[in-house]
C-alpha cells in the first residue's frame, strides 16, 4: 500500500472554520450584549422621564397654599347669595 502524504491542508481548513465561528461567536454575543445594554439604558431612561413627568403633574394638582379646616370655621360655610335685578 502506498503512503499518503498529508500535508496538512485539512488542519488548516479546520483551523480556518474554528476562526470563523469564533469570531462570528463573539461578533454576535458582543451585538447581543450592546442591544441588552443599550434595552436597558432606554427602560431606565423611560421610568426617569416618567417619575419627572410625575412629579411635575403632581406639582400642578397641588396648591402652594396651606389649607386647614380652620379656615372653614373662621369664613363660615360658603352660601350662594342671590343678587336680584332691579
Do not use: C
Not at 416618567?50 to 379646616?69: E, F, G, I, K, T
Amino acid at each position: 500500500m502506498p503512503k499518503l502524504k498529508n500535508t496538512g491542508s485539512i488542519l488548516i481548513e479546520v483551523l480556518l472554520a474554528l476562526l470563523i465561528l469564533t469570531s462570528t461567536t463573539t461578533y454576535l454575543l458582543a451585538t447581543r450584549i450592546d442591544s441588552r445594554l443599550l434595552f436597558q439604558v432606554t427602560l431606565d431612561e423611560n421610568a426617569e422621564h416618567n417619575v419627572s413627568l410625575n412629579s411635575d403633574r403632581l406639582a400642578l394638582v397641588n396648591d402652594p397654599v396651606d389649607q386647614r379646616w380652620d379656615d372653614i370655621a373662621i369664613f363660615g360655610e360658603p352660601s350662594l347669595l342671590v343678587i336680584s335685578a332691579q
